[in-house]
Every structure is written in structure tokens, then in C-alpha cells.
């Protein structure tokens, strides 16, 4: 089996707090701009700050004690270009939880049996 990149380590699991918002908020902040989500020892903050004439957009990975472990302003590749060896440590310590944790694709089928009139 091979080994997981970080860049796709981080790939899965910001992807999986993206597609899954709905069912893994936290907490969405009354100042509009911020939204957390909550899942395997993360947290994940997705914060849109508006500047006047331009708005900032970045997401943080956290682990649940509240210790950063990613900002991410330009997107994935560029952040683990510019990971340091403690942050590539924490992505593989938190994606073990992540990858026990993380539900199986439910396949989600309708019943197939029919009624019968008796």
C-alpha cells in the first residue's frame, strides 16, 4: 500500500468537512463570518472577513485542544509547500483519527420490495 501525500491528506479532509458542513457544524458565529465545524479531534473554521473594497477568505484546521495546526489562505498545495516538519506531524497524527472515524460511503439505496394487496 502506498503512502498518503500530505498535500492529499489535507486534500481529504478539508473536501470531507466542505461536503459534509450541514451535518458537522459547530457553531455558526453571530458576526457573519465565521463558521465551525467539528469532526474526529478537529475543528475546521472557515472565516470570511470583509475588508471594505475586497474580502479575505481563509480556512484553519485545528485539532480539538484549540492548537493550530493549518491556515489556509491559498489553498492546499500551497500550504503544505510551506509546512514546517511540526505541522506535517500533527496532519499525520490528526488523519489517523480521521481515517478511523470517517464513515464508510453509505450507499443509499430504496427499497426494492413492493407491496403486495392482500
Given at each position: 500500500?502506498?503512502?498518503?501525500?500530505?498535500?492529499?491528506?489535507?486534500?481529504?479532509?478539508?473536501?470531507?468537512?466542505?461536503?459534509?458542513?450541514e451535518?458537522?457544524?459547530?457553531m455558526?458565529?453571530?458576526d457573519?463570518?465565521?463558521?465551525?465545524?467539528?469532526?474526529?479531534?478537529?475543528?475546521?473554521?472557515?472565516?470570511h472577513?470583509?475588508?471594505?473594497?475586497?474580502?479575505?477568505?481563509?480556512?484553519?484546521?485545528?485539532?480539538f485542544?484549540?492548537?493550530?495546526?493549518?491556515?489556509?489562505?491559498?489553498?492546499?498545495k500551497?500550504?503544505?509547500?510551506?509546512?514546517?516538519?511540526?505541522?506535517?506531524?500533527?496532519?499525520?497524527?490528526?488523519?489517523?483519527?480521521?481515517?478511523?472515524?470517517?464513515?464508510?460511503?453509505?450507499?443509499?439505496?430504496?427499497?426494492?420490495?413492493?407491496?403486495?394487496?392482500?
Amino acid at each position: 500500500m502506498s503512502e498518503v501525500s500530505h498535500e492529499d491528506k489535507l486534500n481529504e479532509i478539508v473536501n470531507y468537512f466542505r461536503t459534509n458542513k450541514e451535518d458537522l457544524l459547530v457553531m455558526d458565529w453571530s458576526d457573519g463570518q465565521s463558521t465551525e465545524y467539528g469532526f474526529a479531534n478537529m475543528t475546521f473554521i472557515e472565516v470570511h472577513e470583509d475588508l471594505g473594497a475586497r474580502q479575505k477568505a481563509y480556512s484553519v484546521l485545528s485539532d480539538f485542544s484549540g492548537e493550530e495546526i493549518f491556515t489556509i489562505v491559498d489553498g492546499v498545495k500551497q500550504t503544505i509547500e510551506h509546512a514546517d516538519e511540526e505541522q506535517l506531524a500533527k496532519l499525520d497524527e490528526v488523519y489517523e483519527d480521521f481515517v478511523d472515524e470517517k464513515p464508510t460511503v453509505k450507499q443509499k439505496k430504496k427499497s426494492t420490495r413492493r407491496r403486495t394487496m392482500r
